[in-house]
């Protein structure tokens, strides 16, 4: 079983979409966890950290649920700037962040 | 502020030879990071380094590859000798203390690189 594991896609949604991506881990000791977007031949970007609670930036809304080891990503009314790969990274170990091979959204008008 | 340099931003090779890329952190920036991504993964750790010391370098293939952080800044990472399967984007990162706990690490452009 991978550490962590993402739908590849790619989701492909019109622009205006609300899209979904989920993420669970294998480490139950995991402290911390985070979604990073990466454009195409570009390097990766923190997008949100993810909170017991819940946390919304805007149109993007993280959650996480520890019992069942998942992750969550909300992305609301879609833009086409934000057709990326969203890579779903948990800090596992202490301070070593292991990434998902990420799921690639392609928004469309 | 100056982000995180990376050198050569393209390197082709052939099989058996040895590459080196430089890596220039974020001043100011403790941690430095170096990562292997393969088309289609995500980002695989190689080793961290705390200052110049080193503290994880598990997966790190340490009979070809070798790291060093000279001075606890700049960073150079080696493939010696290369393999097919090495072909990879290489990427640094690096992080401040505070980064450390809330997961951002900021990422040069990458090293692509083919080994033919």
């Known amino acids: 079983r991978k550490e962590v594991e993402q739908d590849p896609g790619p989701f492909n949604v019109p622009e205006g979409a609300t899209v979904a991506f989920n993420c669970t881990y294998s480490n139950s000791a995991s402290q911390s966890f985070f979604w990073y977007r990466q454009d195409c031949r570009k390097e990766p970007k923190l997008l949100m950290s993810?909170?017991?609670s819940g946390n919304e930036d805007g149109r993007f809304t993280a959650q996480l649920n520890r019992a069942s080891q998942y992750i969550s990503l909300l992305i609301r009314d879609s833009k086409l700037s934000d057709s990326a790969t969203y890579l779903c990274?948990?800090?596992?170990?202490?301070?070593?962040?292991?990434f998902g091979a990420g799921t690639i959204l392609r928004v469309k008008s | 502020e100056a982000g995180v340099a990376q050198s050569p931003r393209y390197k082709i090779i052939e099989k058996r030879q040895s590459v080196a890329f430089w890596c220039n952190p974020i001043s100011g920036h403790a941690t430095l990071y170096w990562y292997q991504q393969i088309l289609g993964q995500g980002p695989k750790l190689l080793i961290q380094?705390?200052?110049?010391?080193?503290?994880?370098d598990s997966q790190l293939p340490k009979d070809r590859f070798s790291a060093e952080r000279l001075k606890g800044v700049d960073s150079t990472l080696k493939i010696q000798p290369a393999k097919l399967e090495d072909s990879a984007v290489y990427l640094c990162?690096?992080?401040?203390?505070?980064?450390?706990?809330?997961?951002?690490?900021?990422f040069g452009p990458g090293t692509r690189l083919t080994v033919l």
């Open positions: 993810v909170y017991s």
């Open positions: 380094f705390q200052n110049n010391g080193v503290v994880d």
């Open positions: 990274v948990v800090n596992m170990y202490g301070n070593k962040l292991v």
């Open positions: 990162a690096s992080s401040s203390l505070a980064g450390l706990n809330s997961g951002e690490q900021f």
